[in-house]
């Protein structure tokens, strides 16, 4: 009986270490931050990162800046 228990326990570990996500490419492992993403996408070319995380910033301002004019226009 005991020995059953700890199989079904062992198994369903198994389990669920296998279907926790696992990301597949540089780009996906790293999705928050623009330094972060830039080395992701680019690791070998620094000229592309650095174009990559200036529009990267420039993206994440407007936003920000959007969410913050929403905000004061709603309240």
């Known amino acids: 009986m005991l020995k059953k228990i ?3 326990a ?3 570990g198994l ?3 296998v ?3 696992v990301h597949t ?3 996906e492992a790293a999705p928050s931050g623009c330094l972060k993403a830039a ?3 680019f690791p070998g070319d620094l ?3 650095h174009a990559y ?3 990267c910033k420039a993206h994440f301002k407007a936003y920000r800046a959007a969410q913050r004019a929403s905000k004061k226009a709603a309240g």
């Open 6 to 8: 700890l199989f079904a």
């Open 10 to 12: 062992a198994v369903t």
């Open 15 to 17: 389990l669920a270490g």
């Open 19 to 21: 279907t926790i996500p």
């Open 25 to 27: 490419t540089p780009a």
């Open 39 to 41: 080395k992701a996408k």
């Open 47 to 49: 000229k592309s990162r």
């Open 53 to 55: 995380r200036r529009e």
